[in-house]
């Protein structure tokens, strides 16, 4: 069964930096795209950034476009998302996807 794991998450201060990290277990990633969203309090989970497991293909939602930097470790079968000048708008539970599957999610919060 798949299992699906984030981390990273934690408090920052505005223009900090942050990883995240996206383990996913008994499954091949191949051929699959892993996503990582994200859901403040209140407001609908959104897509922030994706990733063609085989062909590196990536997508950004654009108010993550130049700040965050989506990358995978294929030995490792993780995701990472790269998140740099972050802002109190990029707060939320950020989750990772992929095939269907959900993790726990891993908090982010960016205050000062």
Known sequence: ???IVESG????????SLT????????SLTGY???WFRQAPGKAREIVSSINWSTTSTYYTP???????ISRDNDKNTGYLRMTSL???DTAIYYCSIGGSWGQGTEVTVSS
């Open 9 to 16: 998450g934690g408090l920052v201060q505005p223009g900090g």
């Open 87 to 89: 802002t109190p708008e």
């Open 63 to 69: 108010s993550a476009q130049g700040r965050f930097t």
């Open 1 to 3: 069964q798949v299992q």
């Open 20 to 27: 995240l990290s996206c383990t996913v277990s008994g499954r």
């Open 33 to 35: 795209v892993l996503g």
